[in-house]
């Protein structure tokens, strides 16, 4: 999983991790804090799977670089 806020990471983790079982705890998934598109410049093709949620509302997550997307 890639997300962009470290903020949102922890909060999942203090908050969430009775909702999501052992998900984050499986070896399998990883937690990067980072921006997707600079992650996939990066990564070559060595993912399964893409699943997006932007941050196209009025908060304050809004990045002008997501209109590229």
């Known amino acids: 999983m890639v ?3 470290p903020t949102v990471i922890d909060w999942h983790g203090r908050y969430l991790r ?3 079982g052992v998900a984050l705890a499986d070896p399998r998934v990883r ?3 980072a921006d997707i598109l600079d ?4 990564a070559g093709d060595r993912y399964d799977a893409i699943c997006l949620d932007t941050d196209n509302g009025p908060g304050w997550l809004v990045f002008d670089r997501n209109a590229e997307v």
């Open 39 to 42: 992650f996939l410049d990066s």
């Open 18 to 20: 009775h909702l999501t």
């Open 3 to 5: 997300e962009i806020e």
């Open 31 to 33: 937690v990067i804090a």
